[in-house]
T-cell receptor, first 112, second 114 residues
Framework: DTGVSQDPRHKITKRGQNVTFRCDPI?????LYWYRQTLGQGPEFLTYFQNEAQLEKSRLLSDRFSAERPKGSFSTLEIQRTEQGDSAMYLCASSRLGETQYFGPGTRLLVL | QQQVKQSPQSLIVQKGGISIINCAYENTAFDYFPWYQQFPGKGPALLIAIRPDVSEKKEGRFTISFNKSAKQFSLHIMDSQPGDSATYFCAALSAATSYDKVIFGPGTSLSVIP
């Protein structure tokens, strides 16, 4: 399967704990995006990378969130000191510059 | 403030019927309008997309109609099937920002009943 993959698919954590999600984009896609989707809503943009450079961060991305794409391939999204409001589906997408974004299956986070 | 509005929120259609979902946008910089289909537990998948230089695009049972002057577009699903039951999102992107983010509508939950 050569699509976007995300790991883990599900994560349950206690409030205050740190969590890290991984995204592996489609190979040769130089752009990688993170979105957050809450129940009954459309995905909302969080941040994106072109190669290893993080080019934009949404205001939704508080200081507790950090994303990296160290070698321009896979990316990680870390949430520190999780809060119940962080419970959502975290989606990763990838694309070539100016082309269609392809989404992964998402990581569903539940903060208790 | 929602940049892309979508209606209805939910839709029930009988098998074989036509499903129609409507969207509207405000930002005239948007110039690429995809529709995504999402099944429970899955990420959104691109279904069909249109640019504002055409008024209609058809792929199989799926048709997008686009009204540039009204800043509205719609998805028509002909001969709807139970397998079409999913959440549909209209979306918009802009070349002015190198298509760097997809702006999604709030979604329409479609149920096709046998």
């Amino acid at each position: 399967d050569t699509g976007v993959s995300q790991d883990p698919r599900h994560k349950i954590t206690k409030r205050g704990q740190n969590v890290t999600f991984r995204c592996d984009p489609i190979s040769e896609h130089n752009r990688l995006y993170w979105y957050r989707q809450t129940l009954g809503q459309g995905p909302e943009f969080l941040t994106y990378f072109q190669n290893e450079a993080q080019l934009e961060k949404s205001r939704l991305l508080s200081d507790r969130f950090s994303a990296e794409r160290p070698k321009g391939s896979f990316s990680t999204l870390e949430i520190q000191r999780t809060e119940q409001g962080d419970s959502a589906m975290y989606l990763c997408a990838s694309s070539r510059l100016g082309e269609t974004q392809y989404f992964g299956p998402g990581t569903r986070l539940l903060v208790l | 403030q929602q940049q892309v509005k979508q209606s209805p929120q939910s839709l029930i259609v009988q098998k074989g019927g036509i499903s129609i979902i409507n969207c509207a946008y405000e930002n005239t910089a948007f110039d690429y309008f995809p529709w995504y289909q999402q099944f429970p537990g899955k990420g959104p998948a691109l279904l069909i997309a249109i640019r504002p230089d055409v008024s209609e695009k058809k792929e199989g049972r799926f048709t997008i109609s686009f009204n540039k002057s009204a800043k509205q577009f719609s998805l028509h699903i002909m001969d709807s099937q139970p397998g079409d039951s999913a959440t549909y999102f209209c979306a918009a992107l802009s070349a002015a920002t190198s298509y760097d983010k997809v702006i999604f509508g709030p979604g329409t939950s479609l149920s096709v009943i046998p």
